[in-house]
């Protein structure tokens, strides 16, 4: 169990701020919130940033720089519990394409002068760094997850987050599948739950922002969405989307980019290793 009035910090890395922003659209139980927890260090809400330690992190976004790398390192050192909320933090989000390319091409193409850009070649989830207690996934979070994640951990127990894949809650939710009735393509069968199952349920596939579920079949999906559906690099880069370089994604991507005649591209400093998923 954690201390009373424990210290939350919402710390940010690479990303759009979607992700802080599910903390704040909490308007219903934002006060309870804020009186279960001091909070410490949530510059989205607030100027006055307290330096750690803290009891929760909750930690937006990805490692693009040497400089994130560094204080990422400090703030491990400084957080009793450490969350990755969203893409960003727990795959590298869409800025992750960087890693299937050459971010200096990148570079040149956005800015006028990239020789003022420092930055690494790559873009790496927070796990890749340092040990995280638990991970929520999201393009943005699941406001709703995020509130279970906060009041178990500070509960001092795991966080009851589904780990079903998004065609159960679709199904659940009485769709119509729009792989069967519209033969749109959809991530559906491979992806995490905790959104509801949205896009199918306003008419259009599912695309992936939740990441892969637990031991997803994307080969036989890839057969399926090949079988008449898109081509080979058009399911290349179903999979190399919002969450292209959480493993299961990136080395199904990477196959089909090989199918599609196109070479491996993933940089020769990584390896789309399996995920683990972390203990809170
Ligand atoms: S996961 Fe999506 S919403 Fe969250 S910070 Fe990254 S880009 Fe923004
Ligand atoms: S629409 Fe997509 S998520 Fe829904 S049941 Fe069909 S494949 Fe699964
Ligand atoms: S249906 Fe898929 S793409 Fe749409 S919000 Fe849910 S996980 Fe994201």
């Avoid at 699941?142 to 966080?159: C, F, M, T, Y």
């Avoid at 939710?173 to 306003?202: E, K």
Wanted: glycine share 6%.
């Amino acid at each position: 169990m954690i201390a009373v009035r424990p210290k939350l910090a919402v710390i940010k890395f690479a990303s759009c701020d979607g992700c802080q922003l599910s903390l704040l659209s909490l308007e219903d139980e934002l006060l309870t919130i804020a009186r279960a927890v001091q909070i410490s260090h949530f510059a989205e809400a607030s100027s006055r940033l307290e330096p750690g330690p803290y009891d929760l992190t909750l930690v937006e976004g990805s490692i693009t720089t040497p400089e994130d790398r560094h204080r990422l390192k400090k703030l491990r050192e400084d957080s009793k519990l450490l969350i990755t909320i969203g893409a960003c933090a727990t795959s590298g989000g869409v800025q992750a394409l960087r890693n299937f390319a050459s971010h200096d091409d990148f570079m040149r193409a956005v800015y006028a002068r990239p020789d003022f850009i420092e930055t690494l070649a790559t873009s790496t989830p927070i796990a890749a760094h340092v040990k995280v207690d638990f991970e929520l996934r999201g393009c943005p979070i699941d406001k709703h997850q995020l509130l279970e994640v906060i009041a178990s951990l500070l509960a001092g127990h795991r966080p009851r987050t589904s780990t079903e894949s998004v065609c159960q809650a679709c199904k659940r939710r009485g769709n119509v599948c729009v792989v069967v009735a519209q033969n749109l393509p959809c991530l559906g069968p491979v992806t995490h739950s905790g959104c509801g199952a949205i896009c199918p349920t306003y008419d259009r596939g599912c695309y992936g922002c939740f990441g892969p579920t637990v031991q997803p079949n994307t080969v036989a999906l890839s057969d399926h969405l090949l079988s008449g559906r898109v081509n080979e690099s058009e399911a290349a880069m179903l999979m190399h989307g919002i969450n292209a370089y959480a493993p299961e994604f990136a080395t199904e991507g990477q196959r089909l980019w090989q199918l599609a005649g196109l070479p491996k591209t993933l940089h020769s400093s990584l390896q789309p290793a399996r995920h683990e998923e972390p203990s809170a």
